[in-house]
């Protein structure tokens, strides 16, 4: 591919040290070297040379494993958003929390740190924002998406079953895509200023919208509802 004997920026990243592990951990490497050189170059810098300085290989074995440029930003993409949405999903495993509580678990990761974080917001928009002409980032965002929106469903589901109401999949999908925009909307707000809103405050704002918006009566021990 072109880029890849394009020289280096001048203050290119250093070498990193060179691991001879599995191919999934090298894999792995290469493509935190891409959303490492994404942040400091944008798309354009970020090279495969430049990419295959920071991982400490040659451009020639990034091919061994992706076979051009495009490959990896999608894949560095995917890795991007799956890891946000894994993140968010480990606040699930509860015990033997009630469906209300894990939905407020949900919500509440969604809007804290380390998915709330300037960095991880700059990739996002740099990597959607070339999205609309970009056939295989277009593909990468909106499978994102659907996983995301998925993991909402699934929750909201248990949360109305316990309130004894059997929404159709229509209803569900509603749903999902309004407490994702109210998730998006947040996590932007927090990406950006976060220094502006006390702790928890997003988070509690997020839980009452999301809980407005099924309809949720207030707790009774809860005295801010």
């Known amino acids: 591919m072109p880029d890849a004997a394009d020289p280096a920026p001048m203050n290119a990243p250093s070498r990193r040290k060179f691991r001879r592990e599995g191919e999934e951990r090298r894999r792995q490497d290469l493509i935190e ?17 430049t990419i295959a300085l920071r991982a400490g290989v040659t451009a020639g074995l990034i091919r061994h494993y992706f076979p051009g440029k495009e490959e990896l930003l999608q894949e560095a993409y995917s890795a991007l958003v799956g890891r ?11 015990g033997d929390a009630s469906p209300r509580q ?3 678990a949900f919500v509440t990761a969604n809007l804290n740190a380390p998915i709330i974080d300037a960095r991880v917001f700059s990739l996002w928009a740099t990597f959607l924002g070339r999205a609309n002409a970009d056939l295989t ?6 499978e994102g998406y659907l996983g995301f929106r998925n993991e ?5 589901a248990e949360v109305l079953a316990a309130e004894q109401r059997r929404p159709d999949a229509s209803q ?3 749903h999902a895509i309004a ?7 947040l996590w932007i707000e927090g990406c950006l200023a976060g220094e502006m809103f006390s702790p928890g405050e997003l988070a509690a704002i997020g839980i009452k919208a999301v809980e407005a918006e099924l309809g949720l009566a207030p707790l009774e021990h809860d005295p801010e509802k």
């Open 152 to 156: 909402v469903e699934a929750v909201v």
């Open 102 to 104: 894990r939905l407020a």
């Open 179 to 185: 407490i994702n925009a109210i998730i998006d909307g």
């Open 84 to 94: 946000m949405t894994e993140q968010a999903k480990a606040a699930l495993v509860m």
């Open 137 to 142: 980032l277009a593909h990468a965002h909106r």
């Open 33 to 49: 070297a891409t959303l490492d050189c994404v942040a400091e170059y944008g798309l354009q810098g970020a090279t495969l040379r």
């Open 172 to 174: 569900l999908r509603h």
